[in-house]
Each structure stands twice: as structure tokens, then as C-alpha cells.
């Protein structure tokens, strides 16, 4: 959406096909948007809990799933007419339907209102996204995937979440803040293993502490239930028994998988443009510039298989109708995204932030010359807890190479960390080092201020 609006500002004219009947793609309808909702119940709900600790009496409170999934469901809806109204206020064409190569430069749209159409561009930009992956075990399909999370009409009293990953994390997380029983069943050792050290270790930790059950290097076998598949309705919770390859049967009420995505790739007819090329995980391969092997053909977001976050894919968007149609005011604001230094947050419990190198991707990359700051506390916000289970960690990480003691890396965990690490991504970008820290005056009293006074 970023790149059509912007080209059509350029004054071209733009179409865009949307196959799933309503704009906005994953983040908006079943991703990060709709997630960060039940992160703020999920986050209020843990509030709730600390309020004894600052003196408040709170009865007895009840959480309505269905409320906030009305509420919820209400402010999507709404976000998908500010899309398709700011679509055609660009005069950008909505064509809601699935598209696939016909040639170079003609494609095919199966229209979600019935019948096929032709279209012929002289540019075409692939966006596809991807779709939940499968794992292919038998009563796969008792299960529900990210998409299905977000239709479950009502809160699971005990879950298996299956995968390692940003999802995987944030649901389990969001499902055992709201009060449900949750086993989080992990191909290794540890979760989020592409993070930094600091992060993955620190959470798993506490997240074992506040009564996830984690089951290390878990897979699933199959799973059973006295209701035949045909007949399941995945949008409730219903008794279903989850097999492991441990030896473990947990009886459950849903069944989560989020085990990645798999690329969109194949139904886009790419054998009618046989000059596309694939890698083996299904994604186009594109240059630096996010084009394919034939030039007037573009790959962005997840579908070229670098940095899968949506304002990645908006920002590379972007900065593809800059260079294309953008002419010298379009070069200034840039014609091809860096791939470096992209700040990223997981909204686990506490919260992560992360840019840059981790600390063995540091150490692989320059050897002797990485120097490790780091810390572990508690935050001042549990200061006046008694009960010392329900205070959450902090830990901070900076990551630098050489005698100047460039930042190459920024890893933290704890309160606030997805709100600041936007800042902290500011100045990696900008080559900040260590002495540039340290010349920053703190703000105290907060937690940040241990990034400007690590020594």
C-alpha cells in the first residue's frame, strides 16, 4: 500500500489487488495491530494484579473476552476504511481479487465478486506476504493458526502453543496474562533464538517462573478429539489431546500453531515469467534495489525474504516509487532501503527491543575487536513489592567494535523496552559510540538510563 500510494502521488496510475476482500494486509487484520490490542488487555490485566502492591484494594475482576474482541474487531474494521478511503483519495484502483501472471506484463484476477479479468501494467510489484506454515501431523486441523486466534469467540481455559518466534512468544504470553493455562512447546532450547543472549535467556526465565509450562525440544505427534474434525468448530475451545514426541498427552482446549509462514509464491503463475527466480524457502529473489530478474517486475515485504516486518515492507515500498517515479525530489528521499540497523520490538512480558548485531554474530563478525556492556536489574517500579515473584527483569546490552567503540548492536528487555528501542534505532543509524553515550545526561529516575551510564 505504502509503494501504490506513493507512486500514484507521483502522478501514475495505480492499481492494487487485494485478495483477501479487505485492506490492510496481515498486520492490520490479523497481525500486528489486532495482537498489540490484546498485548494492552493482557498488559492491564497484569496491572491489575501489581495494584494490591502500591496499596489499592481491587475486588474480584472479570475479564470478557468477548468484549474486547467486539472492540477489537470494531477498530480493524475501521482502520480498513481509512486504508481503502486514503486509496481513493490517491486515486489508487482497488481490485479485490487474486492475481497470477499471464505473461511479462499481464496478469490474470480471479475477482472475489465472480468471473476473471486482464490486466496489463507496465511495472508490476509483487506483495504477497505469506500464509501460515503447516507442520503435516495427523488432527492438525483441531488447531487454529495466528489468523484463527483472532476469531476465537471466547478464552481458552488451557492452550498449546506450538513455535519459537515473535508469535508464538506474544500469544502464549498474551493468553497466560488473560488467565489461561498455557504450554509452549519449543523445537530447542530456547525460544526467539535469532535475539541476542540477553533476551532469550532473561525471558524464557521468567516467563517459566510466572507458570508458562515450556517444553524444551517438543515436537507434536498428532492430535486427537471425541469431536470428528469435520464437525469442529475451531472458533470455541473444545477438548482436543495434544501427543508429543515426549511421551506427553496434554488435554487441552485449543491448539495454537505458529510455526512460521510460508511464501505466497505458489499460485502467482510465476511459470508464465520463468525468468523469476526462487530460493529454496519459496521466496522470490530480488536485488538491492527489490527487483526481480526482469526489471519492470519488483519483490517487497516478506515475499523476498529480508527483515519480515511490516514497516520494513512499507519503508522498501516506499522507497521503490521514490527511485521509479520520484525523479530528483524522490532521490532525496532516498531510492533503496538499508537493510542494517532495522529496530525491532517483541511484545512479550516484559517487553524486548533489538537492533543491530547480536553479540555471537558481533564477535563472528569482528573477533577481539567487540567490547560487551551489559546489565541486570529490577526495575523501580517492582521497588514496593513484597511479593517478589511478581517482579519481571530488566537487562541491557550494548554491543561495540574497535578503539572508537562504535555501537554495532543494542539488546534490552524490561519495561518500556518496545517504546525505546525506536529512539535507540536513531542513533545506531546515526554511528553513535559508546563515548556518545556516555556524554548523554541521564533521566532519572527510569531504567533507560542504565544505557548512558553502563560501564
Known sequence: MGASRRAAQYGKKVGVIEGSGVLGGTCVNVGCVPKKVMWYAADTAEKIKHAKEYGFDIPTVNFRWEEIKKRRDAYVHRLNGIYEKNLKNDKVDYIPGRARFAGPNELKVQMLSGGEKSFTAERICIAVGGRPSKIGVEGEEYGINSDGFFLL???????????????????????????????????????LRTFDPIIYETLIKHMEKEGIHI??????????????IEKADTTKPF??????????????????WAIGRTPETDTLGLDKVPEIKLDKKGDIEVDEYQ??????ISAIGDVQGKAPLTPVAI??????????????????????????????????????GSIGLTEPEAREKYGDKVKIYKTNFTAMYYSVFENQDEKAPTAYKLIC???????????????????????????????????????????????SEELVTLR
Request: proline residues 4%; aromatic residues 4%; charged residues 25%.
Open 215 to 228: 517444553h524444551r525440544k517438543t515436537n507434536v505427534k498428532k492430535v486427537t478429539s471425541d469431536t470428528p
Open 153 to 191: 469467540e471466547h478464552l481458552p481455559k488451557k492452550v498449546v502453543v506450538v513455535g519459537a518466534g515473535y508469535i508464538a512468544i506474544e500469544l502464549a504470553g498474551v493468553l497466560h496474562s488473560l488467565g489461561s493455562e498455557v504450554h509452549l512447546l519449543i523445537r530447542h532450547d530456547n525460544f
Open 315 to 352: 519503508a522498501a515500498g516506499r522507497r521503490l516509487s521514490n527511485r521509479l517515479f520520484g525523479g530528483e525530489q524522490g532521490k532525496k528521499l532516498g531510492i533503496k532501503l538499508d537493510y542494517d540497523n532495522i529496530p525491532s520490538a517483541v511484545f512479550s512480558h516484559p517487553t524486548c
Open 401 to 447: 567494535v574497535g578503539e572508537d567503540e562504535k555501537i554495532v548492536g543494542l539488546h534490552m528487555i524490561g519495561e518500556g523496552s518496545d517504546e525505546t528501542i525506536q529512539a535507540w534505532g536513531v542513533t545506531l543509524k546515526m554511528g553513535a559510540t559508546k563515548a556518545d553515550f556516555d556524554s548523554c545526561v541521564a533521566v532519572h529516575p527510569t531504567s
Open 239 to 256: 477438548p482436543m489431546t495434544v501427543h508429543t514426541d515426549q511421551g506427553d498427552k496434554l488435554e487441552v482446549e485449543t491448539l495454537l
Open 291 to 296: 527487483e526481480t530478474a526482469l526489471k519492470h
